[in-house]
Structure formats: C-alpha cells, structure tokens
C-alpha cells in the first residue's frame, strides 16, 4: 500500500498560517517545506548528493516563513544550505514542540519490469512512465536513514546498502498538512529532480565501481535517453535509470572520465581499449583468449558480451585471474545487480577498458 492511500495529504500547500510562535506574538505563514540531508559534520543542504559509503545520513524537515517582511527558516539543523545560499544562524529556528514530520521513500516500483523509451520502429522518441511508490520511513523533524529498498532486493557491500534513494516529508502543523514533492512530481516519465535525492557509493577504492554501486535501485530503462539532447548527458547520469551500456558509461562519467559519452553496448570498444577477448573457459573457470593463458581484466573494466555489457566489481579467488566466479554489476530488463559473470550472460566476450 502507497503512503498516499495511509494519509489524505494534497499534493502541493501553500501560503498556509502557521500557528502563533512564543518569541514572536504573531502568525507568520509557511512559504514552503525543503527535504535537506547531511551525512557529515557540514551543513545540512536540499541539494540533491551522493556520498561515500558508510557516511551516516541524516535528514532534516525544514520550512520558510515570512516573519515582519523577513524570510525565517525552522529546522532542527543550525546550519542550513537552502537552494545555494548559506542561511544566516540568526535566521533559523527551532519547530515549536506541536510541529511534526513524517517521512517517506519514493522510490522504484518497477519490481522486475523493463522499461522502454523506444517506440515502435525503434524510434527514439518516447518517455516510458516509470513506477514509484511512496512507503513509510518513519517519524520526526530529524530522521536517519540510509538508501535500502522497501520493494526491491538491495544490493550491499559488507552488509550495508548502497544505491540511490529519494525521500519526501509530510509536515503537520495542528491539522494543517504541508507536503514536499513526491511521486507526482515526474519529467519525462522519471522522478523529478525536485525529488530529494541521496545516493550512496561503493567502497572499494576503485571509482568506477563505486560509482556504479551509486545506481543500484534505479529502473531498468532500454534505451535511456538524454534530457537534453546531448550524447553527454543521459537518464543514468541524473540517477533516474539506464540500460545495460548507460549504466557502464554513466559509472566512468560519474568517476570523472568526461570525455566517454553514451552509446549503445556494441558501440562502447570504438571509445575504450580492448584489453582481451575471451573465446575459451577451461573445466575450472579459468577464462582463456587466443594470446595468454590468462586474461588481465581489473576492476573497472567493461565486460561486453554479444548484445550486453557489465562491469566488472570483483576479482574472486583466485586472485589476479579472470574466471566464472568473478562478479559484474549490470543491468538486464530489471534493476543492477551483482552477479557472477557465467552466470550474467553467456557466450564470447570482450574484456574493456576506460581510456585516461
């Protein structure tokens, strides 16, 4: 059951009276209610991020009102970055004790469907509308979280989630209700940038993989596209969702190769470095090529199959060989997951490799 079939909530209201607060003898009005995160000892902003891994993440209710022609902001944060501009201390704050938030995810509710922006005839010129739930989180004007899935399997590393996932409030002030935006808000059948958005990094030390572990939860979308029109740009980039080759591509822009763009996952070896091509697994897992005995593959590397591609996360024992129990990330017609390469796909490959 979604969050807006537990609660009668309008969608967006404004301008509403707040109740009269001790130090000021008077009744400023609510202009707007922010989702603003922090996961380190800076200040709490509404700027969507992502961060690294194992960072605590905490998110802050926060609401500006008009006090004697004056812009005030209440939140439980003292330090406050709000649309770009640093809040003055002296501007903030603490919610009178009646104020309260509840809070909820909105997050993919593809549950294993794949999504298509190609239209028939494979034009390239259709937005699928993609599924987002809104489930509880739970209650306060300061909450911690993290990014695991209520509706999904979570990918984790360690036992700790990593992926990305958007957050909205629900804030109650005596029976008047403001609602910051959720899963009405979309562009181009995605979530809203609008949508408050925390994305968590993997930790292995190589920025490829770990910015590809920052994808998991999104859509699995055939043919992801461009907002903009760029081949530079795409759904993947802005967390929405990708297909197998976005997914890859977005994971080394995201690490800062900026020069890859977005292509389809045959078009990926004319922009990188074929390292090997494997034609030949032995009775051990052990995967052979025509030149060496065994193939040099790493972490970060592409592997591209007839039709789909992956990236390569982890080198299983024994180490410093490429064989089946070794593990890609990839995304094929349902949500990035972490699986060994025999059993991600099948057939001939290609070893690749990002050009610095």
Known sequence: ????????????????????????????????VYVASRGDNGFASNENKTINYETPVNLYAVASTDSSGKTLYFSDSDSLIIDGRVIPKGDIRRFPSYVSSSWFKVENDSRGTAFSNASKGYNWDHWDELDYAETPLGLGNTIHTDVSPTILDAVKLNGIS???????????NGGQVFKSPGIESTFKGGISEKVH????????GNEIVDNAF???????????????????????????????????????????????????SHGLKDQMKVVT??????????????????TRAKP?????????????????????????SDKVLHTLFKEPKLEQINTAYGGDFRVLRVRK
Not at 162 to 172: A, C, D, H, P, S
Not at 197 to 204: D, E, F, L, P
Request: some cysteine.
């Open 1 to 32: 059951m979604r969050l807006r079939d537990l609660i009668l909530v309008p969608a967006i209201i404004s301008s509403m009276a707040f109740n009269t607060l001790a130090q000021d003898h008077k009744q400023p009005e609510i202009r707007k």
């Open 162 to 172: 990593v992926g990305t996932m958007r957050y909205g409030l629900v804030l109650n």
């Open 197 to 204: 958005r925390v994305s968590v990094k993997g930790n292995t």
């Open 214 to 264: 920052s994808l998991c939860n999104n859509p699995y979308i055939w043919a992801s596209s461009s907002l903009t029109g760029s081949k530079y740009d795409n759904q993947a980039e802005r967390f929405i969702g990708a297909d197998c080759a976005d997914l890859c591509v977005a994971a080394a822009r995201l690490a800062g190769y900026d020069s890859m763009f977005y292509t389809s």
């Open 277 to 294: 091509c494997v034609t030949d697994i032995q009775p051990n897992g052990v995967y052979l090529n025509d030149n060496h005995p065994l």
């Open 300 to 324: 970060g590397d592409f592997i591209q199959w007839n039709g789909h591609v992956g990236i390569l996360v982890e080198d299983n024992k024994p180490k410093g060989i490429l064989d089946s």
